[in-house]
């Protein structure tokens, strides 16, 4: 006869034996259900500790008599979803009963139902269904109605108490429709595992699947269970036990009421209360001992840290070392005994058991030397030096089997076969691609018979040659010797090397003008010319930018006629064929610009000292060698204001006169009273520091130098940057519109940091920005030193305001050696060049980069030995196209009479903006050479 109970237990299962007791340390709230054909809708509470049943007070209006619904405690709340209330009325509303008022002995709110209002479209009207939580989420999960069964699941967000819409991040429906199961979200790090076991799929059909949901991924599993398996029921009263991290089953319903009880270890897949997330490296060699890197949830310190890699009969099992909660340390064990595969890796602390995540280390047979091959253009016969030559490493096993990982280490011999003191080696860099492949780079630093010695270094640092290792290569010289008719210029310092067109120009360093070659025949021939138009100084160390339109500005130097310092401004161009003309620019000089002198702190009286004589007046660019020329900022603190200016100095003796109304009044001397309503400092204390003092500096052209750095930006505006000045180093700019009907010099505007005091900087202008590279700066004890940028200096340009803003840029590839008085020019669009130049000790720097601004990335195109340069000078070259112009000096000559192009230099450029991989996708032993 079918009967309800309102009798209670519990099931201490505590230890090995289960045993049936009476209840402790726990309230239990009962809503509704059914005893035959009545429904209720009352709430009774049973007091564990006093063993009685209490029928509390309840306000708001309650929901309807029902059975078969679900509830969930939530907070302070307890959430009732759905039921039947009998007479095929089948519900999908939504309670709350708010226990706070409850729960605080101090509060006299009684137990209080209401209807929170939800967003979205929630499951629709079923009983026999689920609900459950896990963190921010409230779950309904199946059940039924009076026509159907359902396998969906809804999720209600309980921050934003709205219900995921279909595909907004809700999991797929269940894989089958089930009601009266057990469905429950149970604690796992790093994400929660929604478990659902028995229920009925159909008309006295039952499950006894279990299965398991990842919360984080949304993705359902059927875990394979071992032991026997209960029989297949519906209305089965579960309970999880965290402690042993397992399920207590007692009883359903199976077309007769069941009262067996079963246990379900869950740990395998709610795993302890840690997780393993990642590891680095992923994969290394089958003898093991390489240190990997675990990164985690949770992770602790404890007695023993155990790491698993793979499992079962093929398991090893290191110990590991805690570093913090999220990193464990520690080395491959040796796996040859099992081979070279893919192994789970897990993760045990004190015992807790194995992570549950799935974790995978690569072991590699270990890497055999003579099985790997290397080929490529850069092992041909025939090769360049200067240019960085490729070819590939193709790594193999011990069975011959390509390699599908990297982590290899090469180690690179480049030797000159002739070079017994080693002045000469190679230099290489290499590219793990990760896959078995690796990419190498080398050079030479000059013409001859190379040997390149391949080894491979296994982990115990031993070193053995790969198969066909060494390799010979000779080098040739990329450079082509042009010959030039015509008396070579002599060599000499201080000289600038120019593209106007299609003349090459040499100007600077002695008193001879301009000497010329023509390139636009086959036969070149050296040429002085007869330079018509203004005079203008000779000079050496000057700034030379290329001036749309066909100009070549001139701008500062040395003058070689009384060694002064100048600040003038030329352009020569060349009206008509053969006719070359200098233009002295007259420029307005700055306008009147605000100038902030530093603050002078008034020291203790003293007593007099001798007055000094008066020091004799700047003469600008005409004074003595040796003096420096005073900065606009000196210029207007020693200029006094004409009489009747304003601010002009009273008479001595003449009192001040007094500061209009509404103006601040002068500050008192030292030792007067303040004035009325002011304050005196505190006893002790210090007056306050004095501003500095805003002045309006007088006009002035720029400071004269030399080792200035220019380039033309936004156009046709001349910008130039520092410089030495009277054996000072300078940080200024100055800028002037070479396209004005009146030219003038501006000051721009800086926002940011200036760069340092430094000559010979290496400046370009794109786009509207302005970069600046290296320059020789000078240390508080007079010692120059390069300036090594971590990064390129960039200012971007407003044509506008005149004005330049400091941008901070992080570049990429090979970064250029530190240099001074380099080339530094745009050479295509987005994309600079620079060449040459000095290092610290006035030693050459032979190597030529490219710089795209787009990227802001280097690439290294050439680098040589320094002596193949005119010693003590450094390279003197030009760019005419694509193609490289320099001058050097034939053995024992004093002339410039070795005229030198690469042309090499343009398939090069377009070989680095159009780089085409080395195809290795199908390289067996029998096409080992074959390369694209």
Known sequence: KAQAFSDMFTLDFSTDVFKWEEISKTKILVF??????????????????????????????????????????????????????????????????????????????????????????????????????????????????????????????????????????????????????????????????????????????????????????????????????????????????????RLIIFGGWANRWLGDLHTLNVAPIIGPPYACMGVAPEFGPVFGDTEVTLKGIKFRQGNKIEVRFGSGKMEAIVEGRCTDSSTIVCRTPNYELFGAMEVDLKVSINGEGWTVNNIKFNYFANTSAKNCAAFGPGLQPEGMFGIEMPFLILAKDTCAARRTSGGDKFVLTITHTNDPKGLYPGTWRSVDLDDGVYEVFYQVPTKGRYQIDVNYEDPQGAQSPIRGSPFFVECLDPWTVHRVAGVAPNKRKGVNLNTLGKDVLLYGGNNLGVTRINTAHDAWTWEQLEVGGDAVPHRSNQSTSLVPGGMLAVFSGLDLSNGSDLHDLNTLSQPSEGNFEWKHHTVADYAKRPVRLPAVKVEEEAPPAEEAPPAPASEGAGSEEGSRPQTAAEEAKSEAPAEGEEGAATAEGEAPAAPAEGEEGAAPAEGEAPAEGEEAPAEGEEAPAEEQEVVLAPPAPPTPRQFAASCMVSGKKLITFGGESGGELINDFALVDMSASELQWVEPAVKGEVPFPSKGCCMAAANNNLYMFGGLARDDEEQDYLLENPTMIVYSFDAMSNSLTRQEIQTTGPMPESRWNGIFVSNAPNQLFLYGGLDAKNKAVNSAYLFDTQKAKWTML???????????????????????????????????????????????????????????????????????
Request: charged content about 20%.
């Open 862 to 932: 050439y680098r040589a030995d320094a002596e193949l340069t005119p010693v003590g000078i450094g390279p003197i070259c030009t760019l005419v196209g694509q193609r490289m112009i320099t001058l050097n000096m034939n053995p024992g000559s004093p002339k410039f009479d070795l005229v030198q192009a690469c042309h090499a230099w343009s398939p090069l450029m377009d070989a680095v903006n159009q780089r085409t991989p080395l195809n290795v996708a199908a390289v067996d032993d029998e096409s080992i050479h074959r390369f694209d």
């Open 32 to 245: 509704g259900g059914l005893d035959r054909r009545k429904r209720y809708g009352d709430i009774w509470i049973f007091d564990t500790s006093t063993k009685k049943w209490e029928q509390p007070a309840v306000d708001g209006a309650p929901p309807t008599p029902r059975a078969h619904h679900s509830a969930t405690l939530v907070g302070d709340k307890v959430f009732f979803f759905g039921g039947y209330s009998g007479h095929g009325k089948t519900s999908s509303d939504f309670y709350a009963l708010e226990l706070d008022g409850y729960l605080d002995p101090e509060s006299e709110k009684p137990l209080t139902w209401t209807m929170p209002t939800l967003k979205g479209k929630g499951p629709g009207p079923r009983f026999d269904h689920s609900s459950t939580l896990y963190p921010n989420r409230y779950v309904v999960f199946g059940g039924q109605d009076n026509c159907q069964m359902y396998g969906d699941i809804h999720y209600l967000d309980l921050e934003k108490m709205a219900w995921d819409e279909e595909g907004g991040g809700s999991p797929m429906s269940y894989s089958f429709d089930v009601c009266s199961q057990y469905a429950a979200a149970i604690e796992s790090v790093p994400n929660y595992k929604l478990f659902c076991i028995f229920g009925r799929k159909d008309l006295m059909e039952y499950s006894n699947y279990v299965e398991v949901m990842d919360c984080g991924s949304m993705t359902w599993s059927n875990p394979p269970a071992s032991g026997e398996s209960p029989e297949a029921r519906e209305d089965t009263a579960i309970a999880y036990d965290n402690r042993a991290c």
